[in-house]
């Protein structure tokens, strides 16, 4: 129920648990200056660092529960498959961590919730600079939940939905080191089967500097999706994989279990080519379609929606991408070296220029081809274009300078 006084406000802030003795003094004195508006009073305690803006906007909802175990909830910040992530802090040693919390779909079987926590405790073994930590699966009061390092960013397919399409060499150096973290995998004998933008954290100021990437949910994925194939849940079915249809590779549809790191490959390719072109690989108006386009037809070609792509990477995806899994790269090591030449290479290096460039050590990095970097810039600027464009014939720009200045304007190499 939603509080309409301060001091329901306050009763609520009291049961939550939230403040110690003296920061709920303190939340007291703000309350003459609140003038009874539990809306005002809740922005004061933002200010003050007492509360998230998501606690307040729970407490003003008149929800008080903000524990999980031996864990704070401070915010909300996503929702998968498999269930609701929150940014949390462990009580007892300070430390800022994600819990996902697992939807009552995914561990419904008392041999699932033990199988989960198995595969969790392999995965909490596993250290690599672009994974995401597994640390621990928990379960308060019947609600299990894992702990993951929490890592400060978006997942890629926010950048893909901002961005429509991504600049080249920025898309494949995330893609690269996803490459390589699947390379790790690889040679712990695991398979993580769910490789899709959603399952990529990417942390970077813009899409002009260097990311970092960590692939979230290794032992998760495989312990609900031969979970659900032994239930017999195929893909076919409502509700079941229809956020992962679209960079599963053919043989996952034919058997979960015998996907291998290859699946992960093909995976990489689709996210690779929506990364690109903004676009899936194989669209349909169904699960059912988009099965049978994968299963019987060939990817299209990256130049047939984005002619600046180099024609050797149109070539390397189409080898993420081919149906036979003995066509494709054999492993993500594979993937990473042919992905060099076309992603960052450090924030060190000039990355656009056709000059060597020396590193910090005196050696010497070669940057990328000056005429990809002006295709892209082109790009970027048609796509300006024919957004002003639409905006003016909305009425939303009565005077297009900012157009005018594009147009007169060309792409010079630097």
Not at 25 to 33: D, E, F, N
Not at 103 to 127: D, N
Not at 206 to 212: E, L
Request: with cysteine; net charge neutral; aromatic share 6%.
């Amino acid at each position: 129920m939603e509080v309409t006084t301060t001091e329901h406000l306050l009763a609520a802030l009291r049961k939550s648990r939230l403040l110690t003795d003296a920061e709920l003094s303190t939340a007291y004195q703000l309350v003459p200056a609140a003038k009874d508006e539990p809306k005002l009073l809740a922005r004061k305690l933002v200010r003050q660092g007492l509360v998230t803006i998501w606690q307040a906007q729970q407490l003003l909802a008149g929800r008080s529960a903000f524990h999980l175990g031996r864990y704070r909830l401070l915010e909300r910040i996503g929702q998968g498959h498999f269930g609701v992530v929150f940014r949390a802090q462990q009580m007892d040693m300070r430390r800022v961590v994600a819990l996902k919390v697992l939807a009552g779909a995914a561990l419904s079987e008392p041999h699932t919730v033990a199988r989960f926590e198995r595969e969790m405790r392999v995965a909490a073994q596993l250290e690599h600079p672009n994974l995401v930590r597994a640390y621990d699966a928990e379960n308060a009061s019947g609600v299990h939940f894992l702990v993951m390092e929490y890592v400060p960013g978006r997942n890629f397919k926010c950048w893909i939905d901002e961005y429509g399409r991504l600049p080249i060499d920025w898309a494949c150096e995330c893609i690269r080191q996803a490459a390589i973290a699947l390379e790790y995998v690889r040679l712990q004998g695991l398979v993580h089967r769910d490789i899709k933008p959603s399952n990529l954290m990417v942390s970077s100021a813009d899409t002009t500097s260097a990311p970092s990437v960590k692939i979230l949910d290794l032992g998760l994925a495989r312990v609900v999706s031969e979970e659900l194939e032994a239930a017999e849940l195929r893909l076919t079915k409502p509700g079941h994989v229809l956020g992962t249809i679209d960079y599963i590779s053919p043989e996952q549809v034919e058997s979960t279990k015998d996907a291998d790191i290859r699946s992960d490959i093909y995976s990489l390719g689709c996210t690779l080519f929506k990364a690109l072109t903004g676009e899936v690989p194989f669209a349909g108006t169904g699960v059912a379609e988009k099965i049978m386009a994968r299963l019987n037809g060939t990817a299209p070609r990256l130049t047939s929606l984005r002619d600046e792509v180099p024609a050797e990477l149109d070539e390397l995806c189409a080898k993420l991408l081919a149906r036979d899994p003995a066509e494709r790269f054999q492993t993500p090591g594979e993937v990473a070296a042919a992905l060099t030449p076309f992603g960052l290479t450090g924030e060190a290096v000039v990355l656009h220029s056709e000059r060597p460039v020396a590193d910090k050590n005196g050696g010497t990095l070669v940057g990328r081809p000056a005429q990809l970097r002006i295709r892209e810039l082109e790009s970027r600027v048609a796509d300006l274009e024919r957004r002003l464009e639409e905006i003016e014939r909305s009425g939303g720009v009565k005077q297009p300078v900012f157009q005018r200045r594009l147009t007169k304007s060309k792409v010079r190499a630097s």
